[in-house]
């Protein structure tokens, strides 16, 4: 069980939590909601100890899993290593102890040392990690060949996997996990629902996903106006008792309104007569009434709208077999097509089928975005007359760097820019006032794509290049996206997961199978009238 007791926590003026206590218990599977900023991870964060609380206590057991909402993390360690990091006091041992191994002039003192290391080591079941942690990679779908790689050499939903491993690994009784589908395919998604509901200790996962949250949990904690809600049930249910509830509540305003109606008039009418002290009294009651205001709701919805400060020209792109290995692999084998102005093309397909790997190669060829250390193996792109590309990448956090605030990270994109212009876009993606002082590195990850929304609304570019940009977006955000991007008149790549948007957004398809590129003119719903 993990216990929470009357915990508060605040960033300067922004209060996130204030009071809550609230318990999770074994073999429940809790979904922790609420929008972008509400201080979901920020919870996480202090239920596994990686945060203290300014105020308040948190219990917990000895071991919990824990996945992260920046799946990046990891990039430069083996896929094995990984896993093993996930037993944090084994992992440290194994390192001091290579340290102490590497160092040629080995002291009395560092064979005591050596000593107690492997103590902790056999206490953990360190000889074995390696061999543990290739069971449970196995059992992920991550192949042995892939165990000694690196893990910026994995694609998204690979990297997911490593990372549930590591949570899994040295068995805890708790699984705590930040957004776990961003990056997964939709066989993948259905994949981890099947592992997660035959989980039986505590479980509690982050998501925006309504369908994964409906079908993985039984309980929903909903984070809301600064303090967390226990509902039974998935989201939908939590969703329906907490519109209950505000009908309630909005009735009970609209008596309290009339009875101060009614008193203020009393007052009004006897003010200056004799019964001063029942004027009194009901002034006092007056006042009681009102300061019970109903709270504001959290959801706040952005606005987006992409302009272009001048159309391309008619012809955006063109390529001819475009081609890519990752060592002996190839990723894309000779793709060639044209693209026009207007044309939004969405990419989809299986985790690892080379989405990413097409949208590095056409970027290679356009100045000031290509990727370090990225080119095609064979092939010719050229970009047409007037393109302007504005980028969304994939890791979309390492494009901030910290340091600085919001509004002069936006800034530096159009330094001519006026400041009225960069606030009054900063306020429509919901960074208004203080908020725009924030700094970067403080970004919850759906304020991250928010922010590099305000770069694309701000410098105009008439091609988006966007790969998948709904990952840490919340349902508000990503209906506005949606809506921008029909109504975009320049040219769009998307990758994307979401069925909704590649069927409202995409008049053609790039549909990614394991062994070629299909190109489709024409709408999702056309396609799949075709192929179902
Ligand atoms: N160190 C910090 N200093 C100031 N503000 C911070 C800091 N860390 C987090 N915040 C702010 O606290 C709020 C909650 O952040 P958190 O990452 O917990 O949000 P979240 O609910 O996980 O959002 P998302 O759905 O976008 O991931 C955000 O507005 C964030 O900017
Ligand atoms: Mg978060």
Known sequence: ?????????????????????TTFTPGRRYGLTGPNGA?????????????????????????????????????SHRVIDTVIMGNQPLWAALEERDRIYANPEMTDQDGMRLGE??????????????????????????????HERKMGELQGGQKVRVLLAQALFGKPQALLLDEPTNYLDLDSIH???????????????????????????????????QTIITYAGGYDEMVLAKTQIRARLESEIAQREKKIAQLNEFIARFAAGTRSSQVTSRRKEVERLQTNELARSNIQRPYIRFDQTRPSG??????????????????????????????????????????????????????????????????TVFWGHEAQIGYFPQDVGSTIEPGLSVADWLHQWKPDAHMEDIRGILGQMLFSGEEGAKLTQALSGG????????KLILT???????????????LEAINALNIALQRYEGTVLLVTHDHDLIDEVATRLWIFHDDAIQDFSGPYEEWKGKHS
């Not at 056999?122 to 042995?144: F, K, M, Q, R, W």
């Open 447 to 454: 304020e991250q794509a928010r922010l590099t929304f305000c």
């Open 314 to 379: 008619k012809h955006v792109l063109e390529f001819k077999h475009v081609t890519r290995y990752y060592g002996e692999l190839e990723v894309i084998d000779g793709f060639s097509a044209n693209v026009l102005r207007g044309e939004k093309i969405c990419l989809m397909g299986r985790n690892g089928a080379g989405k990413t790997t097409l949208l590095k190669c056409l970027l290679t060829n356009y100045p000031g975005l290509a990727e370090k250390d990225f080119a095609l193996d064979s092939g």
């Open 117 to 146: 290391l492997e103590g902790t080591i056999g206490e953990e079941d360190g000889y074995t990690a390696e061999s543990d942690a290739a069971v449970l990679l196995d059992g992920l779908d991550i192949p042995e060949p892939l």
């Open 1 to 21: 069980m993990i216990s929470v007791s009357n915990v508060s926590m605040r960033y300067g003026a922004k209060v996130l939590f204030e009071e809550v206590s």
């Open 39 to 75: 201080g979901k991870s920020t919870f996480m964060k202090i239920l596994t100890g990686e945060l203290e609380p300014q105020k308040g206590t948190v219990v917990r057991p000895r071991k919990l899993g824990v996945l992260r909402q920046d799946q990046f993390a990891f990039d």
């Open 191 to 225: 994949w981890l629902q099947d592992f997660l509901t035959s989980y039986d200790g505590t479980l509690i996962a982050i998501s925006h996903d309504r369908h994964f949250l409906n079908s993985v949990t039984t309980h929903t904690a909903d984070i809301d106006y």
């Open 460 to 474: 105009k570019p008439n091609i988006l290049i966007l790969d998948e940009p709904t990952n840490h977006l919340d």
